[in-house]
């Protein structure tokens, strides 16, 4: 599984404005309605809950919210980058401004955890972390996730 099939081109929204962590999650849902066929108010519920177990803040500016969400045909995901970093609970206590939100459908198995661990070890990279931050478009970020992950050999 690669990011391409993972991540739309209209499921990437750079210079999003959030105040916090609810509202970023907020973002992502209307999102995820938008591109998905799925009710905002399912997916927000849904990431709510994940992040009532812990935060999905990774650290270094990242964050992977993630949920099962019913109504999916397979994994899907969407990239935003913040104006400005919220507070997200973070393991490394530092603010969130890079999110690559994943879904997967209610009944998915292991490939849910394989594409979780594919994008937090893809977002660990600093120098890809700071080309995310600075890349202008849509198409660029997409360029960018897509072409890491090709460019590395397959460790799965």
């Given at each position: 599984?690669?990011?391409?099939?993972?991540?739309?081109?209209?499921?990437?929204?750079?210079?999003?404005?959030?105040?916090?962590?609810?509202?970023?999650?907020?973002?992502?849902?209307?999102?995820?309605?938008?591109?998905?066929?799925?009710?905002?108010?399912?997916?927000?519920?849904?990431?709510?809950?994940?992040?009532?177990?812990?935060?999905?803040?990774?650290?270094?500016?990242?964050?992977?919210?993630?949920?099962?969400?019913e109504?999916?045909?397979?994994?899907?995901?969407?990239?935003?980058r913040?104006?400005?970093?919220?507070?997200?609970?973070?393991?490394d206590d530092?603010?969130?401004?890079?999110?690559?939100?994943?879904?997967?459908?209610?009944?998915?198995?292991?490939?849910?955890?394989?594409?979780?661990?594919?994008?937090?070890?893809?977002?660990?990279?600093?120098?890809?972390?700071?080309?995310?931050?600075?890349?202008?478009?849509?198409?660029?970020?997409?360029?960018?996730?897509?072409?890491?992950?090709?460019?590395?050999?397959?460790?799965?």
């Amino acid at each position: 599984m690669n990011i391409g099939e993972l991540l739309d081109r209209s499921a990437i929204s750079l210079r999003v404005s959030a105040t916090n962590k609810r509202k970023v999650l907020a973002v992502i849902a209307e999102i995820a309605a938008r591109n998905f066929g799925v009710e905002a108010s399912d997916v927000l519920d849904a990431l709510t809950e994940r992040e009532a177990a812990g935060s999905t803040g990774v650290g270094h500016g990242v964050a992977v919210p993630h949920a099962r969400l019913e109504g999916l045909q397979r994994m899907r995901g969407i990239f935003v980058r913040l104006e400005q970093p919220v507070e997200f609970e973070a393991v490394d206590d530092q603010p969130v401004d890079l999110l690559f939100a994943l879904f997967a459908p209610k009944q998915a198995g292991a490939d849910h955890l394989r594409a979780l661990a594919r994008v937090s070890r893809l977002l660990r990279q600093s120098e890809l972390r700071e080309q995310l931050r600075k890349a202008r478009t849509a198409d660029a970020v997409h360029a960018l996730l897509v072409q890491e992950v090709t460019a590395r050999p397959s460790a799965a």
